[in-house]
């Protein structure tokens, strides 16, 4: 995949390196888009307006900073907390633009199911990702008789800010992101596997939202979280951002200034979907991302994967062999899913910018400074 590009001159900030992984890594004081008193969308949140308010869903993430040029890591979801091979969940996947390298992206197309975490990653260590995966999912107790795997791995290039040529993530890194994965708050920003990314020319990285539905639509919830490392111009909950900054592709038609890059979209629901509605809903993942800016570049892989925890459509032995019934919700009561999950990615997105903080490294032998927002600023020009 092209590597995201930095948009500006790159300054030396001098900023204390970690010389080991850190597993977990905060957003520090930064705030969500909602901290700063936007509420994207007509829907309310879930309690930790997160991925994980969807029951059983739980994110680990293993953040790499070494030296002057490891900027990098994994970020892991797992569907629920059982037998993820044996009960398996129904998914679909939509590709706006497949400039990317999605490992186990036909087997999704063709059985939808997941069978696997979904792992998170840079774009050389997408098998790293699948060797990871390969490990935990093997060592399971009751695999002893497996001989086939459908890891899941996505990607976006972190090579603006990270030495991806090192190929510092390991099959172990992504183990330990699937086994200290747990439920609660997701934190956000250059964390995991968004460590090194970038985005409309700012720091980019994790971000994740959720929207809960009025027990009237079916009260189910929508969870969703991103890795951002694309371009376009900024806005931001509606208001122009990216403009009024002079940061954004096609300013004056300067061709340093491109939009390629990549974002990775996960979606989580407890609402009993098939296959086939779950591709509709990563469908409508991208009225999300429209809505902040993206350009859908050429060099940009663009890939929204959904999935349902709900137990009456999960993929169990006794449903595989056709002695259960499956549960399906209609199609006429899908759009307000539609509208959650557009509410919930674009909301992810902003908070994936507003939470990261200002990154420093060494590419190529010079210093690369990515910006984080301006928080006072982005302030300014939501409150016009």
């Known amino acids: 995949m092209i590597r995201s590009p930095l948009m500006w001159s790159a300054f030396a900030l001098v900023t204390v390196l970690a010389t080991s992984p850190v597993v977990v890594q905060t957003g520090g004081a930064r705030p969500t888009i909602r901290d700063l008193g936007r509420t994207p ?9 997160a991925i ?8 680990g993430q293993v953040t790499l900073r070494r030296g002057d040029s490891i900027r990098t890591g994994v970020t892991a979801i797992l569907p629920h907390g059982g037998d993820l091979f044996r009960d398996k969940v129904p998914a679909g996947l939509s590709v706006a633009n497949g400039f990317g390298k999605l490992a186990g992206a036909t087997q999704i197309r063709e059985l939808g199911e997941i069978e696997t975490p979904i792992v998170l990653t840079n774009t050389l260590s997408v098998a790293r990702g699948i060797d990871g995966i390969l490990d935990w999912t093997l060592k399971q107790p009751g695999h002893e008789d497996i001989r086939s795997v459908n890891a899941v791995v996505g990607e976006t290039n972190d090579g603006g800010l990270n030495d991806i040529r090192a190929r510092v993530v390991t099959a172990a890194d992504v183990v330990r992101a699937i086994e200290t994965a747990t439920g609660g708050p997701v934190d956000q920003g250059a964390v995991g596997a968004g460590t090194g990314t970038i985005a409309f020319g700012f720091k980019g990285g994790i971000g994740t939202s959720s929207r809960k539905l009025p027990i009237s639509l079916g009260g189910f919830t929508v969870g969703v979280l991103v890795q951002s490392n694309f371009g376009g111009v900024l806005s931001m909950d509606g208001t122009p951002v990216g403009e009024p900054l002079g940061r954004y592709f096609l300013r004056q038609e300067v061709e340093a200034e491109r939009a ?6 996960v979606v989580a629901t407890d609402a009993p979907l098939s296959d086939r509605n779950l591709e509709r809903l990563a469908d409508r993942a991208f009225a999300g991302l429209s809505r902040t800016g993206a350009a859908f570049s050429n060099g940009s892989g663009d890939y929204a994967i959904a999935f349902s925890t709900h137990e ?8 595989r062999g056709g002695q259960a019934t499956v549960v399906d919700w209609p199609n006429d009561r899908m759009s307000p899913l539609f509208v959650a999950v557009a509410e919930a990615t674009e909301e992810a997105i902003l908070n994936s910018l507003l939470k990261a903080e200002t990154t420093t490294s060494i590419i190529d032998g010079k210093p690369v400074t990515v910006e984080a927002l301006d928080v006072e600023t982005v302030r300014g020009l939501l409150s016009r």
Do not use: F, H, Y
Not at 52 to 59: H, K, P, S, W, Y
Not at 260 to 265: E, K, Q, V, Y
């Open 52 to 59: 994980t308010d969807v029951a059983g869903v739980r994110v």
């Open 260 to 265: 390629d890059g990549s974002i990775m979209i």
């Open 41 to 49: 969308g007509v829907l309310s949140p879930g309690p930790l307006n």
């Open 312 to 319: 009456g459509v999960r993929r169990t032995p006794e449903r």
